[in-house]
């Protein structure tokens, strides 16, 4: 029986392709929080397999998303029942194992951002097209339920006609010693 609430075992009955089985490269909170519960809930995929460095850790992570857990990253890109991985590692690892899942033959959407160069993005975006694999940058909050409503009320004239308009984005303070600050 699935383990999270929301998630599914059973294919989608209109989707006829073979689902994409995805593995996860790390077990961070944005995967835990949002992303697996997002792709449980997804036709046409499949959640296959987490790995993490720490056997503990991939065990936990994988009892509660209904898959297998795996040691260590490579262990994962060298899975032949894996199509695609998600990697939400810190951004400084995103290259070597971007290149990694790559080279493997895997699909990649990685967090943001894709990587921290540009020159490093090139190369990997060229790499994916020589090997006929799709690399994407997770990026959600584009697709924020909060932007369609302000869209709504533009158009509805709510906020009357627009002059100026001035947004911010923050994300709360990390504690000390989080990963995320250390490049």
Same mark, same amino acid.
């Given at each position: 029986m699935p383990a999270h609430p929301g998630m599914s075992t059973v294919a989608d009955p209109q989707h006829r392709e073979p689902p994409l089985r995805f593995g996860?490269?790390? #077990?961070?909170?944005?995967? @835990?929080?949002?992303?697996?519960p997002a792709l449980l809930r997804t036709p046409g995929a499949r959640l296959t397999a987490v790995a993490s460095r720490d056997?503990? @850790?991939?065990?936990?992570?994988a009892d509660t998303f209904g #898959?297998?857990?795996?040691?260590?990253y490579q262990a994962l890109l060298a899975r032949d029942d894996i199509d695609?991985?998600?990697? !939400?590692? !810190? !951004?400084a690892?995103? !290259?070597?194992?971007?290149? @990694?899942?790559?080279?493997?033959?895997?699909?990649v959407l990685a967090e943001k951002p894709l990587t921290t160069s540009s020159a490093e993005t090139a190369e990997l975006t060229a790499l994916a097209v020589a090997?006929?694999?799709?690399l994407a940058e997770n990026v959600m909050f584009v697709h924020h339920p909060r932007h369609e @409503?302000?869209?709504?009320?533009?158009?509805?004239?709510?906020?009357?006609?627009p002059? $100026?308009? $001035?947004a911010a984005f923050t994300v709360p303070r990390r504690p000390p010693g989080d990963i995320r600050l250390s490049a």
């Open positions: 996860v490269l790390g #077990c961070a909170d944005i995967a @835990r929080r949002r992303v697996l056997p503990g @850790r991939a065990r936990q992570v #898959c297998a857990p795996v040691a260590g695609a991985v998600y990697l !939400p590692l !810190p !951004p690892l995103h !290259p070597e194992w971007i290149r @990694r899942a790559l080279t493997a033959g895997k699909h090997s006929g694999r799709v @409503r302000v869209r709504r009320l533009v158009a509805d004239g709510a906020v009357g006609v002059q $100026t308009f $001035t």
